[in-house]
């Protein structure tokens, strides 16, 4: 007869946050006093969970410890698997609580100052017992968190490396030169790069997409940015444009609110990569919620 193999057991999810800990600390040591544990205890338990995966998961070496390549691979699954344990128990608490789920969103600057937060505004309106969080990253900032299941969506410009997230279109805009209405530049139709590289300008969030962008064109052109200020917002650029300090490069959907009252002439950028596309970024179906799911289409559905 035959012997029948044991079907393998579920991990642990204890022994999974300690081997993070493990990983994340570089000693068992550490790691146990992390986890007010006793540092033998700890090892019994990495002990086991690596004969339950049948792989060396840790090497040993005069600092302490790193992972192996299994190891590696496990912590990356490990991650994964305490989120998506913790976003479950907090949407069952949410139940509990009367309301259906949360969604955890990170936005880029950019898309943070157009219409996003108007978008969102409108999806809770309509869907009062859930709730949105919505915060401000930098563009790799949000594809890393969305990697590690930290948040629930992404937005973002699509000129950032997508990974392996599934993106959706979402809302466009258009890049103009914003400049005082007095300005000689101000009544023309529109302006090419080249055409105001000379110019006293105003540089916003200095290492961001945008900066980069515009200082890789200005370098096809043999030119280089040579801003006069440089800021962290594209308001504070506006109302620095409006004091007759320089021009700037900015998205006219940003622009147009502050440009009342004749305080300021937009003159669009006429180059191909002037219009710019947003994207809603989230991991594999399998791995959201469905409240996420919701809040991602109606977004895409907006841009449509």
Do not use: N
């Not at 070496?61 to 989120?83: D, I, K, N």
């Not at 859930?130 to 900032?141: G, P, W």
């Not at 890049?175 to 916003?204: F, K």
């Not at 900015?250 to 180059?271: C, I, K, M, W």
Request: with cysteine; proline share 6%; net charge neutral.
């Amino acid at each position: 007869m035959t012997r029948q193999p044991h079907p393998a057991r579920p991990l642990d999810a204890v022994s999974l946050q300690l081997f993070i800990a493990v990983c994340e600390e570089g000693s068992l040591a550490r790691a146990a006093a992390r986890e007010a544990m006793v540092a033998s205890a700890l090892s019994k338990r990495l002990a086991a969970l690596e004969a339950e995966l049948g792989a060396p998961l840790l090497v040993r070496h005069a600092r302490g410890v790193a992972p192996t390549p299994a190891g590696e691979a496990l912590l990356a699954r490990a991650r994964e698997l305490l989120s998506a344990m913790q976003r479950t128990r907090a949407e069952l608490g949410e139940f509990a609580e009367g309301v259906q789920g949360s969604v955890r969103v990170l936005a880029s600057p950019s898309v943070l100052a157009e219409l996003l937060p108007d978008d969102i505004g409108r999806f809770v309106a309509r869907h009062p017992r859930l709730r949105v969080s919505l915060d401000e990253r930098i563009s790799a900032d949000i594809v890393r968190a969305l990697l590690d299941g930290v948040v629930d969506l992404g937005v973002v410009w699509d000129q950032v490396d997508l990974a392996d997230l599934v993106a959706r279109p979402y809302r466009r805009d258009h890049l103009c030169v914003v400049m005082p209405p007095t300005h000689a530049l101000a009544r023309r139709p529109s302006l090419r790069l080249a055409e105001i590289l000379v110019e006293a300008s105003v540089g916003v969030a200095p290492g961001g997409l945008m900066d980069r962008l515009l200082r890789r064109e200005a370098a096809r052109l043999g030119a280089e940015l040579a801003h006069r200020i440089q800021v962290s917002s594209m308001d504070a650029a506006c109302r620095i444009v409006a004091a007759g300090l320089g021009l700037a490069v900015l998205p006219r959907e940003v622009a147009v609110p502050h440009a009342g009252a004749g305080r300021l002439a937009l003159v669009p950028l006429a180059e191909p990569w002037a219009e710019r596309q947003f994207m809603v970024l989230t991991r594999p179906r399998a791995h959201i919620s469905a409240a996420a799911r919701l809040l991602a289409q109606e977004l895409e559905a907006v841009a449509a």
